[in-house]
């Protein structure tokens, strides 16, 4: 079975770009979480989204948005980039919402962004 | 406010020995607690959780033990073996909330 998958892989970008990243959850699970994760540090929690509502955002602002669609894929998008945006960006599923014995989240291999 | 603490950045350890991961948390609403191992370029993977009703669990040659009076959690790997090495996360969570990870430990076996 496959697991979470995210493309891109790397990207380049500059400074006031936009950028668009995409992850498909694990097949049968509904939600979908994003994470930033900075040099040396963990992970944080951007957004979390559930039967393809917003159910949960994190200290990140309005430049940061994604949705959920039918088919539980995600996309994150981020405008007007910023050098800071650099970043791994980190997509995880879940079969339900939280971090329950049986709805632990699983993490996809993550997208590297880089901002010149 | 990093609600989540690990205090020891890397932890070098012989293969073979007990390998001691540690994780300090300070929000008490906390009640559900996970370890993720993390191999460069890839994403984190879970290892192993526990929840607040319980102090211990286990699971093969890693074991995470819970104190909520000190607010403390631990990992034990043993044997450890060089595929060990790699960035370990603790990360906590309650109700539907999001996950608070922690900044991380390098663990490197020795062969």
């Known amino acids: 079975d496959a697991g979470v998958t995210q493309s891109p892989t790397h990207l380049i970008k500059t400074r006031g770009q936009q950028v668009t990243l995409r992850c498909s959850p694990i097949?049968?699970?509904?939600?979908v979480s994003w994470y930033q994760q900075v040099l040396g540090q963990g992970p944080q929690f951007i957004f979390q989204?559930?039967?393809?509502?917003?159910?949960g955002r994190g200290n990140f602002p309005d430049r940061f948005s994604a949705r959920q669609f039918p088919n539980y894929s995600s996309e994150l998008n981020v405008n007007a980039l910023l050098l800071g945006d650099s970043a791994l960006y980190l997509c995880a599923s879940s079969y339900t919402l939280g971090a329950a014995i049986t709805d632990t989240q699983y993490f996809g291999p993550g997208t590297r962004l880089t901002v010149l | 406010d990093q609600q989540v603490k690990q205090n020891s950045p890397s932890l070098s350890v012989q293969e073979g020995r007990i390998s001691i991961l540690n994780c300090d948390y300070t929000n008490s609403m906390f009640d559900y607690f996970l370890w993720y191992k993390k191999y460069p370029a890839e994403g984190p993977t879970f290892l192993i959780s526990i929840s607040s009703i319980k102090d211990k669990n286990e699971d093969g040659r890693f074991t995470v033990f819970l104190n909520k009076s000190a607010k403390h959690l631990s990992l034990h790997i043993v044997p450890s073996q060089p595929g060990d090495s790699a960035v370990y996360f603790c990360?906590?969570?309650?109700?539907?909330?999001?996950?608070?990870f922690g900044t991380g430990t390098r663990l490197t076996i020795i062969p």
């Open positions: 097949s049968g699970h509904k939600s």
């Open positions: 989204y559930y039967e393809k509502e917003e159910r």
């Open positions: 990360a906590a969570n309650f109700g539907n909330e999001k996950l608070t």
